[in-house]
């Protein structure tokens, strides 16, 4: 069973950084990405790397959001900078399972599995 864990999430000042990190217990060669969800919204793509290697970003992190992976350790890392109060959301990590995938922000059409979750709280 496929399993993924986030953690690094926490509380921020606006301005500040975080580093979200996610263990999966399998190696993917289809997308994989960070997903946000604040209360009462739909949850919306952040930032994809596609089954080539691409990397997507949604436009207000461009610049100030980092995706990466070690793939030794099967662990994906978003590192973000400069944090927004509107950026207050649960993070989660996810991955698909289609071998040609095009690392779309538009999540629905390629995830298959994500994590729990992991709280960032921006605050003034």
């Known amino acids: 069973q496929v399993q993924l864990v986030e953690s690094g999430g926490g509380p921020v000042q606006t301005g500040g950084s975080l580093r979200l990190s996610c263990a999966a217990n399998?190696?993917?060669?289809?997308?994989e990405g960070w997903l946000r969800q604040t209360a009462g919204t739909r949850r919306e793509g952040v930032a994809v790397i596609a089954s080539d290697g691409s990397k997507t970003y949604e436009d207000s992190v461009k610049g100030r959001f980092t995706f990466s992976k070690d793939g030794r350790e099967n662990t994906l890392y978003l590192q973000m900078n400069n944090l927004k109060l509107e950026e207050n959301a649960t993070y989660y990590c996810?991955?698909?399972?289609?071998?040609?995938?095009?690392?779309?922000?538009?999540?629905?059409?390629?995830?298959?599995?994500w994590g729990q979750g992991t709280q960032v709280t921006v605050s003034s």
């Open positions: 399998t190696d993917t060669r289809s997308c």
């Open positions: 996810a991955i698909g399972v289609e071998l040609e995938c095009s690392g779309s922000l538009s999540w629905e059409k390629w995830v298959y599995y």
